[in-house]
């Protein structure tokens, strides 16, 4: 993909012709990454989709260059902004990621500090980017902790994850995630581990943070309809490359590559409206108590 200057300049994050092979200690070279090129746009909802394998989560820990010691980046750049990411110093890459771009990972149980307070494993995301007294932190918190779905903030605030159910662990790495209002958030299989009917309380509820932000999002599933009521785009990855790109509507109407129509096809059972963008318009009420 070619990219004119003017599209180069509302992008949010470059992507161009990247490249990443993993290097295990016992196995033959992996490429997990083929010549990718992707553009997110200010406040974009994007969706990534494919099968475990395919890359995807592989292209969001690359983006913010959060790879394991085993990968080589081969090829390639990364830009968000005027920034190229490969060569930013860790200091510069810290102030990136938690602040502009955020992630929310497929594991809240793993991501969460068991012995740390919910309130203040949000606290410190807080304290690492934004000046802020104590009063004022703790204000921004509950507030947080309401805008994803709490009705006794104060209460969630002074929890220790086990006492949370998976649904509310879920809740609190959305609300570290938001909390610095960052420009992308990246949330990889974010719903894998829930039944349906949290899953689409959880998407609905990233929906609604989008569209009140303005804020880009990045969906990683192997479920097309995780993504069908959320994403504007959808990207389709197999083996390392993508293979597909279009509006969602597209995907679902008139998909071409023949993976695609395979997911496609094996979700559509799921899907109450094929070809029609499915909302998860749930009520407010509804949206947090799980």
């Not at 060569?87 to 500090?113: C, F, H, K, V």
């Not at 509507?249 to 979700?267: E, G, N, Q, W």
């Amino acid at each position: 993909m070619r990219f004119s200057e003017n599209a180069v300049a509302e992008l949010l994050v470059r992507v161009e012709q990247l490249s990443v092979t993993y290097l295990p200690d016992s196995d033959q070279p992996i490429r997990a990454l083929d010549s990718v090129s992707l553009e997110i746009r200010p406040g974009e909802r994007i969706g990534i989709l494919g099968e475990s394998g395919s890359g995807k989560s592989t292209l969001a820990a690359a983006i913010l260059r959060l790879l394991p010691g085993d990968a080589r980046y081969d090829s390639g750049t990364i830009r968000f902004r005027d920034q190229d990411v490969l060569t930013l110093s860790e200091s510069a890459l810290r102030q990136i990621r938690g602040a502009a771009i955020a992630l929310i990972p497929q594991e809240p149980a793993l991501a969460l500090n068991p012995v740390i307070r919910a309130g203040d494993q949000i606290s410190e995301v807080l304290r690492a980017h934004l000046p802020m007294s104590r009063r004022d932190r703790k204000a921004r918190i509950e507030e947080l902790l309401t805008e994803v779905g709490f009705d006794q903030p104060q209460s969630i605030y002074t929890a220790y994850p086990h006492q949370l159910s998976g649904g509310q662990r879920q809740r609190i790495v959305i609300a570290q995630a938001i909390a610095c209002k960052p420009q992308l958030v990246i949330a990889d299989e974010a719903t894998s581990k829930l039944d349906a009917s949290l899953q689409a309380e959880i998407m609905n509820l990233m929906l609604q943070i989008s569209r009140r932000y303005g804020m880009a999002f990045v969906v990683i599933s192997h479920d097309p309809t995780v993504l069908a009521g959320f994403a504007e785009r959808i990207v389709v990855m197999q083996a390392g490359r993508i293979v597909e790109e279009g509006r969602t509507t597209d995907i679902f109407r008139r998909p071409v590559h023949p993976y695609t129509k395979a997911l496609v096809r094996l979700s559509a059972r799921h899907l109450s409206n094929i070809g029609t963008r499915i909302r998860f318009e749930t009520a407010a009420s509804e949206v947090a108590h799980s």
